[in-house]
């Protein structure tokens, strides 16, 4: 960095749009003439305000506050921004216009906000931030000292810094010796589970539908009166699911960095998200959204499990909000000139009653609702949302004899046995995606149109699942998505090609007929 | 001469003089070990004696034996092949099951036709009613009779005036098959008037009668053919009946040998239908459309069919199978297995899979296809057993 002259400075700083890191310059001009200090370049009240805040930790540091007109730029000028992280690289501007501080490292990255003492605080974003550091030419980058767990995470090299005053020795070419052995390791392997899958015994459609969601990322729908065990079976689900992978944490940290929800032990874990979402959620708290725009429940389910307990309770603006995102595996949000694209790829697990009392399906002499009620009630969840849901799982209560079953010696496989088994049929296809030249992708979020040939349907079976299509009464999309389930269970029997015995399996799987209830 | 034909004859002709009743005979043909009763004719002589006849009998016998029928019993046997009349026996393997079980049924039956309308694989619906019918009774039979038609199902009635001719002409018109029970020798048209139906019938349907050919229609035996109508159909309609009309013995008939009995409800004020109303008030089913009528017996080919399905399997043998190889049992015994389950009651895939010990693989595709080809289908998320039309 030159400076222009001696009244002159500008620092390179990192802000959030959206989820984006994104690049800014801070400019400071000092002029004579009557003391005043001005903020431009489109930002916000939080901009405003850093004003006072730059002011009076430049003083409680020991330096001056020049008594002069004083200019600060942030470009690119035609841009929107918000957020604190400008007060450090504003108030180094200033110093470094003044002269009080002198620069001996070039090519500086500065972000992080102040307290009126001058200590430096952690502003939301850090792996957005870091991860645009990579196209860009730096040097060194300073960062607040927290933020330095997600540097060493993703290999990139930052002095952090807690104060004003080290962030002034950084530039004068003082360096902080916080060395961190680079790339923070990632947890080898997941804790066990809280629910393990061997609970489910004496249940082997629940068991059999939970693996097939798990084995193909399948959206599925819980249905069950209350009490048996809607719930569990979504956190059984989780617990057979296989580690995150470096990119796909590192894209769900994105998200928490920007909401400020990592804490050191999540930072670690490679444990897939679990979200769960409850019927009063708002729709920009579900898809994302807000003045700025942030990512919602959704993007923060990415990779993992969007579990939407009581699904009729919800909103139905919310529960429609959700077609599109299951559709693309993402959301778009504008705001402020601006789209932000949110990622969005998650597993849909849905829980409801058959009826608001939830007897109506086992035991249907006691149910209180009248059948114009089961009607509505059923009704709010509509037809598009169901035709999303890839298996609908009928969970029933446990009869004593399996109850007994549940209480003796335990032999099927428990839950880490299952989870390797899924990464082994999501290996499986990877290798398919890879051998058709796409970009791997689990069967349930497979976008492309020519599944046949994809998933090596003969034309026997085509013609098959047409038939089935057609006497059920499926949509187009109703029929891909059991194509897509058949190709997640011949994937479990590891078989090359899609048989007609799969698509008959993947038929039971679908909802039945609502409706006729009473 | 056709022996077989004449054995029946001369059979038909005991009874008929009180010589001999039909459980008498079918007693001296298994004492005689002669199998069935075709050669009975020739052996009569042999076969017939004081030890197996009363004294009464006897008598009766040596003066049948002076009749004209007898001494010229060749003229007439050849009289009755000429006119193309044909018999079956209690001891022939064409005379259907579902009559054998009932008591009371003829041990001889004289035809015209095609026999192959009694077979047990097809379903019969007996159409009959008043002789004199309103236009609402005419319009109802002649509507009920084509519509069943269309659906394959035999129509059987009396040839008798009113409502028999319609169900017959009915039928006939819309291309299906009928049944005459004729209360009169086969050789003889009664009523006159239906000389055009009689002959119709007897080339595009079935002539029945337990009475011998040259036999006139006698009154008092009207009731007693109504018997072998209810007898040959799955269920009776009655579209129109009168206070005490002789239709009535049909569905009584009907109701003791297990038939279900279907009446058209009619207005209170019709005399004409008042034996209607009067079944309608003691039970009978009410057919407003004919749907009614083939949902009833699709109902009741399913049970049958459910009924052999069973009988072909020993369960024991597959549950055996199941312990010891469940790989090996073939979708079809699965089928067996699950409709058998599910005959009795509804049942989650959980419930089938624990029951049965079968794998959960095996039952879930088989219950997969069977919901495609609709043998069952999913209420309140149990598998439910679906009776097909």
Redesign the interface.
């Known amino acids: 960095m030159t400076q222009i002259s001696p009244k002159n400075a500008r620092v390179k700083t990192l802000y959030l749009q959206g989820l984006e890191g994104m690049v800014a310059e801070v400019e400071a001009s000092i002029f004579p003439g009557l003391p005043s200090f001005e903020v431009v370049g489109l930002g916000d009240s939080s901009i405003r305000e850093a004003k006072e805040r730059v002011r009076a930790s430049i003083r409680s540091c020991g330096f001056t506050f020049p008594n002069q007109r004083l200019l600060v730029n942030i470009s690119p000028a035609y841009l929107h921004k918000s957020g604190s992280s400008f007060d450090l690289a504003i108030a180094m501007a200033i110093l470094l216009a003044t002269g009080q501080v002198k620069q001996q490292v070039n090519d500086v990255v500065i972000y992080g906000e102040l307290s009126l003492t001058g200590e430096v605080r952690a502003v939301p974003g850090s792996v957005s931030r870091l991860l645009c550091l990579e196209n860009e030419n730096t040097n060194t980058c300073i960062v607040p000292r927290k933020d330095m767990d997600e540097a060493y995470l993703l290999g990139v090299k930052v002095e952090g810094v807690e104060t004003l005053v080290e962030a002034i020795s950084v530039m004068s070419g003082i360096s902080n010796e916080n060395e961190i052995d680079p790339l923070y390791p990632l947890d080898e392997d997941l804790p066990d589970p809280s629910v393990d899958i061997s609970t489910l015994r004496?249940?082997?459609?629940?068991?059999?539908a939970i693996t097939l969601a798990a084995s193909g990322f399948h959206n599925m729908l819980l249905?069950?009166s209350p009490g048996t065990g809607k719930s569990l079976s979504a956190r059984i689900l989780q617990g057979i699911l296989p580690p995150l992978t470096i990119e796909e944490k590192i894209e769900l940290l994105r998200v928490e960095s920007a909401l400020s929800v990592l804490s050191k032990e999540s930072i670690v874990s490679r444990e897939r998200p679990f979200r769960y979402v409850h019927h009063t959620c708002t729709p920009s708290a579900m898809v994302g959204g807000g003045r700025n725009a942030v990512p919602g429940e959704i993007s923060r389910a990415l990779n993992g499990i969007l579990f939407l307990d009581e699904l009729p309770e919800f909103s139905p603006k919310v529960l429609d909000l959700l077609r599109v995102p299951i559709e693309t595996g993402e959301m778009k949000v504008s705001r402020n000139n601006c789209t932000n694209v949110f990622p969005a790829r998650f597993m849909l697990i849905g829980a409801m009653n058959?009826c608001r009392c939830g007897k109506?399906?086992?035991s249907?002499s006691e149910c209180t609702c009248s059948p114009s009620m089961i009607t509505s009630y059923q009704g709010k969840v509509s037809g598009a949302l169901l035709d999303r849901m890839d298996i609908y799982c009928?969970l029933?209560h446990i009869?004593e004899?399996?109850l007994l079953e549940t209480m003796k010696g335990d032999y099927s496989p428990k839950s880490p046995v299952w989870r390797k088994r899924v990464e082994e049929v999501w290996e499986r296809q990877y290798e398919r995606c890879k051998q058709a030249g796409i970009a791997p992708v689990r069967n349930g979020e497979c976008r492309e149109n020519n599944l046949g040939e994809l998933f090596r349907l003969g034309q026997k079976e085509m013609e098959y699942a047409a038939m089935?299509a057609h006497?059920?009464q499926l949509s187009v999309r109703g029929l891909q998505r059991m194509v897509r389930l058949s190709r997640t269970i011949a994937d479990m029997d590891d078989e090359r090609d899609v048989k007609t015995?799969h698509i008959?399996?993947?038929?039971?799987f679908r909802l039945?007929n609502w409706g006729?209830?009473k | 001469m056709d022996t077989k034909l004449a054995s029946d004859l001369f059979c038909s002709l005991l009874m008929a003089n009180h010589i001999m009743t039909g459980n008498q005979i079918l007693s001296v043909i298994s004492r005689e070990g002669l199998g069935s009763i075709e050669s009975f004719w020739d052996q009569h002589e042999s076969v017939m004696n004081s030890d197996t006849l009363s004294p009464d009998q006897m008598d009766r016998l040596a003066k049948f034996q002076k009749s004209e029928v007898y001494l010229k019993f060749e003229t007439y046997v050849n009289y009755v092949s000429d006119h193309q009349i044909k018999a079956i026996d209690r001891l022939d393997p064409l005379y259907p099951g579902y009559m054998q079980n009932l008591t009371n049924m003829p041990l001889v039956l004289y035809y015209k036709g095609d026999i192959s309308l009694i077979d047990e694989k097809k379903s019969r619906v007996c159409i009959v009613g008043t002789r004199r019918p309103s236009v609402y009774g005419r319009r109802v039979t002649k509507e009920f009779a084509e519509k069943l038609s269309r659906h394959d199902l035999v129509i059987v009635s009396g040839l008798a005036r009113g409502v028999d001719t319609y169900a017959h002409e009915g039928c006939l018109s819309a291309g299906g098959k009928t049944i005459a029970v004729m209360p009169c020798g086969l050789d003889r048209i009664y009523p006159k008037e239906n000389r055009e139906l009689f002959e119709r019938i007897s080339k595009e349907g079935l002539l029945l009668s337990e009475l011998i050919p040259g036999q006139d229609p006698i009154r008092k035996y009207f009731p007693a053919r109504n018997r072998i109508l209810s007898a040959l159909s799955d269920c009776v309609l009655i579209t129109e009946a009168g206070k005490n009309s002789g239709t009535l013995h049909t569905a009584s008939f009907a109701a003791a040998q297990g038939r279900e009995v279907f009446a058209i409800p009619s207005i209170i004020y019709s005399e004409t239908a008042e034996g209607n109303l009067s079944l309608l008030r003691d039970g009978a089913s009410v057919a407003i459309e004919p749907e009614d009528i083939l949902a009833y017996l699709a109902k009741a080919v399913f049970f049958r069919e459910l009924e052999e399905i069973k009988d072909v399997y020993d369960r024991k043998v597959l549950e055996r199978k199941i312990k010891d190889a469940p790989d090996s049992i073939t979708s079809d015994e699965i089928r067996r297995i699950l409709v058998d389950y599910l005959s009795s009651c509804e049942l989650?895939?959980?419930?089938i899979?624990?029951e049965s010990g079968l794998p959960?693989?095996s039952v879930?595709?088989e219950?997969?296809?069977m919901?495609?080809d609709g043998t069952v289908?999913?209420?309140?998320?149990k598998y439910v057993l679906t009776i097909r039309i």
């Open positions: 004496g249940q082997p459609a629940a068991l059999r249905v069950g058959p109506c399906l086992e249907p009928p029933n009869s004899d399996s089935v006497q059920m015995e008959v399996e993947a038929v039971s039945p006729e209830k | 989650s895939v959980d419930e899979v624990r959960y693989r879930i595709q219950l997969g296809k919901e495609l289908t999913r209420e309140r998320q």
